[in-house]
């Protein structure tokens, strides 16, 4: 490295080596207009998810758009508080920030008629009880808790039904539909 | 088309573009882009799959969200996987990475948008955050006072007059009248409000074509002659800030001077910038043909750049022009600056 | 809530960066700490204040650091009247290019003073330290006009 020459007034004087410079932004989020949509219906403890218009798969979360084709979504459909576990991940180590008991569950929640699905927490079972292709519900805030924000449902339950088999859980069974509606 | 250029380069041209702006729109930025995408590739009959490139400019931190982009790519539909690339500056970098593509011989189409969401946030942070982290960002000083800085140096060098930014601010909408600059409050002294841009939610698309594919798409393409970007030092007291060498010589590498120009599309967002990349660029002050739009009114950070080349894209469609120039800016007070001239092909 | 009215939430993003400094802007910000200011010499003899690692204009590495004065001039200014949450200034103040005797190049800070009247190109303006300085650009709480200073 270059040597540096200084002024004989830092002669021993410990060097700074390091600066800080925090930053900070603030925003107001707004959610789209499917965003704001969903989350309305979800302050009435309804789900709602967005129909492709192109080949009527159903999304959900509604996000107004089929990313796979890159069309708006304008149609909605309500979704049953019932799905399967598509995927799931046992957490042994704390998130910062986040007060759950562990070891917990998190899970691809794919809603009874979703093609797609999202992240959730699975309590009410232990984990060596979860598998892929378990029937699971919704459990809610109480009502005077629920407002228009994601954190509305507590977790998913297992509903004690019979599984859904290995091959059409998660997005196994939405390619299996595709492939099976390409072959007809 | 300049010596520079001259018979190595393929013709590319601009076939068909989508812009919208508004102060404040609640879509988020797929649902802002889904239409502008679909509606120029629906213009030219291309789906995505037959565009051979897509090429975005965004920000993250205006975003308020790492890896932004990604998601916007939800307004593209990448599936089957496309051939993608993002720059974290305005779209006008993207159209010329995007030109860069088209000279590699590796396409024949592609699709180039930008986007902002200002509204949700702090413009003026996300502005603080693209200076110096160790001398002047924890400052904070905000994007008018930098301008302003420049400002005061142009008018006590004489290199503008107030009575020119004023007549600036007439001539790009601002005002009506000097009487009415003159009564408007000063922002960041010496700049008045009236010299200093709205902001505005936006995005803007469009496709680009080469020679032999261009012509099929779009009646009259807007065929790129000469592009050029440049970059001045980031440190605001090594800068001249009364002069932009930058602007200057991306102005002749990308031929401006080889012929007239009919249209000016300038990213200029303040009038201290519209009278300064003028005379850096060796053009008449007052303009025979006012732009398309203009940043002052309705500044859209990250799409500004590539609207400008939109707007003078259309005035070529429409046989207004026959040779424009579109300018496009990056970071503070003219820092990066990009000059693109399109062409009608008349002779 | 009705249900015209737009969603929204609050959405803060926080970044505690530190940033290693290098020799150059190291001995810089120690400077500061101990209320001097220091420059780099430049092949041509001028001196960059704040210095870098590098000539901004040439890139040639530069290596040799001097002390320059406390006592500069404003090149250009402008007013902040309502300061920002994140500026490091509360009440109105001035923003402006200072160039320190024996520098070349000015830097951007502040000016304290309580109306933009009395301010103008060329003004004598000294650094006010802060009391306690740590080795950053806010050790120097930011310049005040010479002749209001009486020491």
């Known amino acids: 490295m270059t040597e540096i020459r200084l002024p004989s007034s830092l002669d021993g004087i410990e060097p700074v080596q390091s600066v800080r410079t925090p930053i900070r932004m603030e925003y107001t989020f707004t959610p789209g207009v499917a965003a704001q949509t969903y989350l309305r219906a979800f302050g009435n403890k309804k789900i709602l998810g967005n129909v492709s218009p192109v080949d009527g798969a159903i999304l959900v979360p509604p996000r107004g758009a089929d990313p796979r084709h890159g069309v708006l979504c304008e149609e909605f459909v309500e979704m049953s508080h019932t799905g399967h576990v598509g995927s799931y991940c046992v957490t042994n180590v704390p998130i910062p920030g986040r007060d759950l008991d562990l070891p917990y569950i998190s899970a691809w929640i794919f809603l009874d008629g979703a093609d797609i699905g999202f992240l959730n927490l699975v309590a009410e079972c232990p984990p060596e009880k979860c598998r892929i292709g378990m029937r699971v519900e919704a459990v809610w805030k109480p009502d005077e808790e629920i407002g228009m924000t994601a954190e509305n449902i507590l977790y998913w339950r297992p509903t004690g039904e019979p599984d859904i088999p290995f091959e059409a859980a998660g997005v196994r069974g939405w390619h299996a539909r595709k492939a099976g509606g390409e072959n007809a | 088309m300049h010596e520079r250029q001259a018979g190595k380069m393929r013709k590319v041209a601009i076939v068909a573009a989508a812009s919208r702006q508004e102060e404040i729109m609640l879509d988020t930025e797929v649902e802002m882009m889904i239409p502008l995408i679909s509606e120029v590739r629906n213009k030219v009959g291309l789906d995505q799959s037959e565009l051979g490139f897509t090429c975005s400019g965004s920000s993250d931190f205006l975003a308020g969200q790492a890896f932004s982009f990604v998601m916007t790519l939800d307004a593209v539909g990448p599936v089957p996987p496309i051939v993608e690339s993002h720059v974290e500056m305005d779209g006008a970098w993207a159209f010329y990475e995007t030109w860069v593509k088209f000279q590699m011989g590796v396409i024949d189409t592609a699709i180039v948008y930008s986007y902002g969401k200002p509204s949700p946030g702090s413009l003026q942070d996300v502005l603080s955050t693209q200076l110096d982290p160790y001398y002047v960002a924890p400052l904070w000083p905000d994007a008018h006072s930098v301008a302003a800085l420049q400002a005061r140096l142009l008018l006590e060098d004489g290199v503008v007059t107030s009575d020119q930014l004023a007549d600036c601010a007439i001539r790009t909408g601002t005002v009506d009248n000097r009487e009415e600059y003159f009564s408007q409050p000063i922002i960041a002294d010496p700049l008045r409000q009236a010299d200093c841009p709205t902001y505005a939610d936006g995005g803007v698309a469009m496709i680009l074509a080469s020679e032999g594919k261009a012509e099929e798409l779009c009646d009259r393409p807007a065929w790129i002659t000469g592009i050029d970007h440049r970059i001045d030092s980031h440190h605001f007291g090594v800068r001249d800030l009364t002069a932009v060498p930058s602007v200057r010589l991306a102005a002749q590498k990308a031929g401006v001077h080889d012929g007239p120009i009919d249209v000016t599309e300038l990213h200029a967002a303040y009038t201290t910038h519209d009278l300064l990349l003028r005379k850096e660029m060796g053009l008449p002050e007052i303009p025979d043909i006012p732009q398309g739009s203009y940043p002052i009114k309705a500044d859209t950070l990250m799409a500004s750049g590539l609207l400008r080349i939109a707007e003078a894209a259309r005035s070529i469609w429409g046989g207004d022009a026959n040779r424009v120039l579109a300018h496009a800016t990056a970071g503070p007070v003219l820092q990066q600056n990009l000059v693109c001239v399109l062409e009608g092909g008349d002779n | ?151």
């Open chain 3, 1 to 151: 809530m009705e249900s015209n009215e737009r969603l929204s939430a609050p959405l803060v993003l926080e970044y505690p960066f530190t940033r290693t400094t290098g020799p150059v802007i190291g001995a810089f910000f120690t400077g500061l700490r101990e209320k001097i200011v220091l420059g780099i010499k430049r092949q041509d003899g001028t001196v960059l204040v704040p210095p870098t690692e590098y000539d901004p204009e040439t890139s040639e590495t530069l290596t040799e650091m001097v002390e320059v004065g406390q006592v500069g001039q404003i090149t250009t200014w402008t007013w902040v009247q309502e300061p920002r949450d994140q500026s490091p200034w509360d009440a109105p103040h001035a923003l402006a290019m200072i160039k320190l005797e024996g520098a070349d190049t000015p830097l951007l800070h502040a000016v304290l003073v309580d109306s933009p009247e009395s301010l103008e190109v060329g003004m004598n303006v000294r650094i006010k330290w802060r009391e306690e300085t740590e080795g950053h650009i806010k050790d120097i709480e930011g310049f005040i006009p010479v002749e209001e200073t009486n020491d």
